[in-house]
């Protein structure tokens, strides 16, 4: 029994003929699925080609390493495609789809309906234009969940940092034959097809801030890129921008909406960032030429959802980043994928492991820099991928570099090399370092416009991906505020830092050589000292550090003592730099500086600062009863006040 009846409600039927809905529904049989049995299975044959009638879908990505599967994806709609991965090679599924519910699908034999399209091109067309349709919310789907984890970045800050200033001399004309040879688009398409192609084809330049589509918009044209480059925009309900990728590939398709049979919803904007130069068709001439070869629209369907595929996996690759927070994971996962398709001797191989171990991501970095360019195909399409998964990681890698660089200039420094001089070079070196990461600050007015004062911090734990290979720590919070002081005085001030403990000596010659401020604690080595000798010690810190602050010297240090994440962030304050102070005798201002997520690696988050107005004792302490009591009850209520600094540092990271 045909299904030619049911099909009639196929959403192209009204395309296609009477004797192809015919041929269409001879070659289709109905399937029904219990909840939760398997539909596709990930990186099986592509047997069958399904359509939804009833039921639900969800798409499942097994991740590998015992973590199982991730959920990527799911669909209640009638008439959803389901397995069209199997139209393109290497023709095997992508994910495995499970059955929500009773399901009931439409099959084909996968094999049989590509004959049928060869001979029969206008079903071909128009089968997979419907697929193609009906599965891009599949992406939309999946741009939402990276979003999550993603940074909203404006296209301004691309802009800012626009390296063409005009189009360079590209040597002979090229002409458009020989542009659409070396494009991977077109590789499958034969000669009289790009010949067709050419003639309806014409090469425009935009220049920067042009917005070639904006959400909502139905795209006109196909465009394919010949130099410059360009932002894909995803913008939130919320009109926040989150740029999905960078596209800067000569011969890469960087508008493709328009050559789909079926118009389809767009959700994205694409602007330009350097001056483009690309290779435009207008939609109206591809439909046109596809009535007339509807050979040469079939591939075109099979080509834009190669496309579709290319992109689904790159989303999905860096939600699996986020979730699992292992880029190698998520590489490997794409190398499985690819199956046969590559060398048993590529160096692809290669790549998960290098970048699962710090010391040699960067060898792994210039491996997939070097397949990007001079790889096979495969090699050159899986590494560009690569490049984009990797971005928040080689960002990463550069700033853990910068701190290595960072901490070498200070330890093999010569003697004669001042510690104020050695601490602003250390505060430039850590604002090369920091440029790789994310961090919002809110409230520079507030520093004051001389020096002389004391900054306070809430002390936040390093992240041990940040332990350096000797195994020394760098505390991130304390840098950055040292930085941030060298910025805006010209003079990184001088850090409060606890004295360690023997086996800390390297740690406490890292700090001696800069000249901070030593101050011993209970971790500090003080069991075989009296209880004078402990007082001496603590008077004589007093003094030293009210002196710096009557020269002008700016100082830095944390109230708590002890470093938490941000969450616990800060534990009640002890009294130690409000007794500064009060000893110093000059009522210096306290400026408070509340940090958010510095305990977390950059490549997963961003970073929050805030500075609040500053204050000084003679404001806050009224001088009725003995001071240290008087502090106490200031120290109790205040600890809980920056706590609510602490919360708008983490707003203001999360916008």
């Not at 070869?293 to 690759?317: D, N, Q, T």
């Not at 490049?387 to 330890?411: A, C, D, Q, S, W």
């Not at 130690?576 to 306290?590: E, K, R, Y």
């Not at 200031?634 to 919360?647: A, D, G, T």
Request: hydrophobic share 40%; net charge negative.
């Amino acid at each position: 029994m045909t299904l030619t009846a049911t099909l009639h409600d196929l959403p192209f039927a009204d395309r296609l003929s009477e004797k192809e809905l015919e041929q269409l529904s001879s070659l289709a049989t109905i399937i029904t699925f219990n909840d939760g049995e398997v539909i596709t299975e990930q990186f099986a044959t592509s047997e069958n080609y399904y359509v939804l009638l009833s039921g639900g879908v969800a798409y499942q990505l097994n991740v590998g390493d015992q973590r199982g599967a991730l959920e990527v994806g799911k669909s209640i709609e009638k008439w959803t495609p389901i397995g069209w991965s199997g139209f393109r090679e290497p023709y095997r599924y992508a994910t495995t789809g499970l059955a929500v519910g009773a399901t009931e699908v439409i099959s084909w034999n996968n094999k049989e309906l590509r004959q049928l399209f060869d001979e029969f091109p206008q079903i071909g067309m128009h089968v997979l234009s419907s697929s193609l349709l009906l599965s891009t919310n599949l992406l939309s789907n999946a741009r939402e969940s990276w979003m999550q984890g993603a940074v909203a970045v404006s296209t301004s800050s691309f802009e800012a940092k626009n390296s063409y200033t005009s189009f360079q001399d590209k040597g002979p004309q090229q002409t458009v034959m020989d542009f659409f040879r070396q494009s991977s688009f077109f590789n499958p398409f034969a000669d009289w097809h790009l010949a067709k192609l050419s003639e309806i084809s014409t090469t425009k330049r935009y220049n920067p801030g042009m917005k070639l589509l904006t959400k909502g918009q139905v795209s006109d044209k196909f465009m394919v890129l010949k130099s410059g480059k360009v932002a894909l925009n995803y913008i939130t309900n919320n009109d926040e921008v989150y740029t999905s990728d960078i596209l800067q590939e000569t011969g890469q398709v960087i508008m493709w909406s328009a050559a789909s049979f079926d118009p389809i919803p767009n959700r994205m904007e694409l602007v330009v960032l350097e001056p483009i130069e690309v290779l435009e068709i207008n939609r109206i001439d591809l439909l046109v030429l596809y009535a007339e070869f509807p050979h040469l629209g079939m591939l075109f369907m099979y080509r834009l959802l190669w496309l579709l595929g290319s992109a689904l996996k790159a989303i999905r690759a860096q939600v699996i980043t986020q979730t699992f927070d292992r880029e190698f994971l998520t590489i490997q996962t794409m190398i499985e994928q690819a199956g046969a398709q590559i060398s048993v001797c590529s160096e692809l191989y290669k790549i998960p492991v290098l970048l699962s171990e710090k010391v040699t991501q960067g060898e792994a970095f210039d491996l997939i820099d070097s397949l990007s360019d001079h790889g096979d195909p495969t090699e050159q399409n899986l590494a560009n991928l690569f490049r984009k998964i990797t971005m928040p990681l080689r960002r990463e890698f550069l700033f853990l570099e910068g701190l290595k660089h960072m901490t070498n200039h200070v330890i093999t420094a010569k003697g004669h090399k001042s510690p104020k001089d050695l601490r602003n070079e250390c505060a430039q070196l850590f604002e090369r370092a920091v440029s790789y990461v994310d961090i919002k600050i809110d409230g520079l007015e507030n520093l004051p416009s001389s020096t002389g004062n004391i900054f306070i911090y809430n002390h936040l734990l390093n992240h041990p991906y940040y332990t350096l290979p000797n195994n020394f720590q760098i505390t991130l919070d304390s840098h950055f505020i040292s930085m941030l002081l060298y910025k805006f005085y010209k003079d990184s001030g001088m850090r409060v830092v606890r004295i360690g403990k023997g086996p800390e000596y390297g740690h406490q010659d890292y700090y001696n050589k800069l000249g901070h401020l030593g101050v011993f604690t209970q971790d500090s080595d003080t069991a075989n000292q009296t209880v004078e000798e402990k007082r001496a010690l603590r008077n004589k810190f007093f003094d030293e550090a009210g002196e710096k602050l009557k020269e002008g010297t700016n100082l830095i240090l944390s109230p708590e003592g002890t470093s938490r994440e941000t969450q616990q962030s800060p534990v009640e304050f002890k009294p130690g730099a409000f007794m500064i102070a009060n000893h110093s005798g000059v009522d210096p201002l306290i400026v408070p500086i509340a940090i958010a997520f510095f305990d977390k690696r950059i490549s997963k988050t961003k970073l929050g600062v805030v500075i609040k107005k500053p204050f000084r004792l003679s404001d806050v302490l009224e001088g009725k009863r003995p001071f240290k009591e008087e502090l106490r009850v200031f120290l109790s209520r205040y600890s809980k006040q920056y706590r609510s600094y602490v919360e708008e540092a983490i707003a203001l990271a999360e916008k």
